[in-house]
Nanobody, 130 residues
Framework: DVQLQASGGGSVQPGGSLRLSCAAS????????IGWFRQAPGKEREGVSC???????YQARSVQGRFAIARDNAKNTVTLEMNSLKDEDTAVYYC????????????????????????WGQGTQVTVSS
């Protein structure tokens, strides 16, 4: 089975940090673009960050300067380092994968809502609260 497993979520106070990991099983992430989405209760799904196989990255404006995405193809994992967390970062975070960088990038950016990455993980909860 082709699967993505997201982990690392939890509860932190505002200003705190978390590192999310996305591990692939059943396939090799090498050659795939990876994207992180999040969805808060009652809100639409939002693109957060993505990384291409060549290391090119994109961060949504809401997380620029606070979040960083990285990949380790040898370990078949992608991480999302989240710093200076705010209450509004509270959401379920999903990692996704697709061979098309264009599909991942444009869905993360929100410029198109017709095509989303093919592979999705189960989500990990991030709660930021004092």
């Amino acid at each position: 089975d082709v699967q993505l497993q997201a982990s690392g979520g939890g509860s932190v106070q505002p200003g705190g940090s978390l590192r999310l990991s996305c591990a692939a099983s059943g396939f090799n992430l090498d050659g795939y673009a990876i994207g992180w989405f999040r969805q808060a209760p009652g809100k639409e799904r939002e693109g957060v960050s993505c990384i291409n196989n060549d290391g090119t990255t994109y961060q949504a404006r809401s997380v620029q300067g606070r979040f960083a995405i990285a990949r380790d193809n040898a370990k078949n994992t992608v991480t999302l380092e989240m710093n200076s967390l705010k209450d509004e970062d509270t959401a379920v975070y999903y990692c996704t994968a697709d061979r098309s960088w264009l599909k991942v990038l444009t869905s993360i950016q929100g410029v198109q809502r017709d095509e989303y990455p093919d592979v999705w993980g189960q989500g990990t909860q991030v709660t930021v609260s004092s």
